[in-house]
């Protein structure tokens, strides 16, 4: 009879434990994930001001010539890239407090789905900005 109580003492202790253990930390899936989302921000971020000396370079070039049309491409091409970057962190920011990116503050299922949803929208962005970004450099590399 003693053995029963005791045993389920001890299985009472060890959840009790195990929740208090848990309690307020961030899985590792979720951390990673916000880690990995934050990381691919932190790759683009540099990009901005290359941005900007890119659409410099191409602006007295750009017309709506023949001739110049491809550098009017290249030029709208950077500058949508930028406006994905700021549209992006602005949208993110909205969803996500400080805590929650910067502090491993545990997401609810909800935050969780978007924290997902915004791993695929800055992927798409970061391509977006490398890729007119070597499409603008290509086509000022032909121009000389």
């Not at 410099?56 to 930028?82: N, V």
Request: glycine share 6%; hydrophobic share 40%; with cysteine.
């Amino acid at each position: 009879m003693l053995k029963t109580p005791f045993y389920t003492l001890i299985a009472l202790l060890s959840v009790g434990l195990l929740s208090l253990g848990c309690k307020g930390e961030t899985p590792p899936s979720e951390s990673n994930k916000m880690a990995e989302v934050i990381a691919v921000h932190d790759e683009v971020m540099p990009k901005m001001s290359e941005i900007g000396k890119l659409v410099a370079q191409l602006k007295p070039m750009a017309d709506s010539s023949e001739t110049g049309l491809p550098y009017l491409k290249a030029m709208r091409d950077l500058q949508d890239a930028h406006a994905a970057m700021m549209d992006w962190m602005k949208g993110f920011g909205d969803r996500f407090d400080y805590e929650e990116v910067m502090e491993g503050k545990p997401l609810s299922p909800e935050k969780i789905a978007l924290l997902k949803d915004e791993e695929v929208k800055v992927k798409a962005m970061r391509d977006l900005v490398f890729q007119s970004i070597t499409s603008a450099e290509k086509i000022l590399d032909e121009a000389q």
